[in-house]
């Protein structure tokens, strides 16, 4: 099982190769505001792991399983940012929220709160209803 920090690793390296291609260790670094050198580490500690492979010159890319936990977890991300937002919360406060809880759900937890997503989505009005009770509170 990833760690929190782990999974947070896997998530940027995700991203970047998706929006850029590539991932280098710099980027990484930046994404995740930590020293250069503590991602080499957690690098090499994520290719022992099987989730990639580092080529100290070559960069690094993802495995087929760092690949799908990547994916998934960028897929939890996003879907937890759209609940919150869903159920009003402010969006200044949405993407630190997200980075709080992402790590501590169980992957059930996860899919219900993709059903109450789908359950508020498919009927406008319930997403009234909820913005109507919020207004008296
Ligand atoms: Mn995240």
């Given at each position: 099982?990833?760690?929190?920090?782990m999974?947070?690793?896997?998530?940027?390296?995700?991203?970047l190769?998706?929006n850029k291609?590539?991932?280098?260790v710099?980027?990484?670094?930046?994404?995740?505001s930590v020293?250069p050198?503590s991602?080499?580490?957690?690098?090499?500690?994520l290719?022992?792991?099987g989730y990639?492979?580092?080529?100290r010159y070559r960069g690094l890319?993802?495995?087929a399983?760092?690949?799908?936990l990547?994916?998934?977890?960028v897929f939890r991300?996003?879907l937890?940012?759209?609940?919150?937002?869903?159920?009003?919360v402010k969006k200044?406060?949405?993407?630190?929220d997200?980075?709080?809880?992402e790590?501590?759900?169980s992957w059930d937890?996860?899919?219900?709160i993709?059903?109450?997503?789908q359950y508020f989505?498919?009927?406008?009005n319930?997403v009234?209803?909820?913005?109507n009770?919020q207004?008296?509170?």
């Amino acid at each position: 099982m990833p760690t929190p920090s782990m999974e947070d690793y896997i998530e940027q390296i995700y991203l970047l190769i998706e929006n850029k291609g590539y991932a280098r260790v710099s980027d990484i670094a930046e994404a995740l505001s930590v020293h250069p050198s503590s991602v080499t580490k957690m690098v090499q500690k994520l290719d022992k792991d099987g989730y990639l492979i580092y080529e100290r010159y070559r960069g690094l890319i993802l495995t087929a399983k760092g690949n799908k936990l990547g994916k998934r977890l960028v897929f939890r991300h996003d879907l937890l940012e759209q609940f919150l937002h869903l159920i009003g919360v402010k969006k200044e406060l949405i993407y630190e929220d997200v980075e709080g809880i992402e790590h501590h759900l169980s992957w059930d937890a996860i899919d219900r709160i993709g059903d109450l997503v789908q359950y508020f989505e498919s009927d406008e009005n319930r997403v009234k209803e909820l913005r109507n009770i919020q207004e008296d509170n």
